[in-house]
């Protein structure tokens, strides 16, 4: 893997652990062809590959790397570590021709499951602050960010908002059963389509 990151935006040594040594997938760095690390814009946060295995993460600069900005870069990488393992059956073509709010919720899912598969390798972590205002049932709560409850909460309101059914019961069985290992196909059964 090669790293081309002009802004020097993060330190090589840790693309390097987080690719070498990523739960999810033995030696991502191998695979990778080069990766290239551009500043995040008001898109957020992001990873994508092409067909040649080239990466482009998308990222605010990490300085001095926090546990929330590891488990970020891993939590990304995680995205590429399904998509290169053959038993995940990733399918772009397939990803393409869904219409924009299911894309939403097959992000949002896929989101989960990596976070439940990182958390259970002791990798997840919340923002270290915060509120976010959750509508559930018409109700608006104000909860705080640092509990794991109000990331599946979250969660479960993006996909309730978009016509996912029992929403709740698929984002907590995800997360409680980290073990149970989930297709591309699996992700997007919920999603009516
Ligand atoms: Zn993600």
Redo the contacts with the bound molecule.
């Keep these: 893997m090669k790293i081309l990151d002009y802004q020097n935006l993060v330190h090589p040594g840790l693309l390097h652990t987080v690719t070498k040594h990523h739960p999810l997938y033995s030696d991502l760095a191998s695979e990778i062809n080069i990766l290239y690390v551009q500043e995040k814009d008001h898109c957020g946060?992001?990873?994508g590959m092409d067909q040649s295995a080239n990466v482009t993460l998308t990222i605010h600069p990490i300085i001095r790397p926090s546990e929330r900005d590891k488990y970020i870069l891993y939590?990304?990488f995680?995205?590429i570590a399904d998509r290169l393992n053959p038993y995940f059956g990733y399918n772009h073509e397939k990803r393409l021709n869904l219409s924009q709010a299911q894309e939403e919720c097959f992000?949002q899912i896929?989101?989960v499951f990596?976070d439940a598969r990182l958390h259970h390798h002791g990798l997840f972590r919340l923002p270290p602050g915060g509120e976010v205002d959750i509508v559930v049932d018409g109700t608006k709560y104000r909860l705080p960010r640092t509990e794991v409850s109000t990331y599946l909460l979250e969660a479960s309101a993006h996909l309730s908002q978009r016509g996912i059914r029992k929403p709740g019961a698929l984002v907590t069985g995800i997360w409680n059963y980290p073990t149970r290992f989930l297709t591309f196909e699996d992700l997007l059964a919920p999603l009516s389509y």
């Design positions: 946060i992001r990873i939590h990304e995680g995205h992000m896929w989101n990596i």
